[in-house]
């Protein structure tokens, strides 16, 4: 399960469960499309530094939620 929190509310904005023999590196694109994260700072583990979802968030700041 990947989780969206806020820390400055303390609660999870929302999730995204991961498939069988996979990862979060494809639920990650899936649980940003759920989210507003316009103006907002980004933060996440290692697992998550992948071009494709900086570019992901990128858009979102960029174009407001897609």
Avoid: F, Y
């Avoid at 995204?16 to 940003?32: F, R, V």
């Amino acid at each position: 399960m990947v989780s969206a929190w806020s820390d400055s509310n303390h609660v999870v904005l929302g999730q995204e469960k991961i498939d069988e023999k996979s990862n979060e590196i494809t639920a990650i694109p899936k649980l940003l499309e759920l989210l507003d994260i316009e103006n907002c700072i980004v933060i996440m583990d290692s697992m998550g530094c992948q071009k494709a979802i900086a570019e992901k968030i990128s858009e979102h700041d960029r174009n407001g939620k897609n």
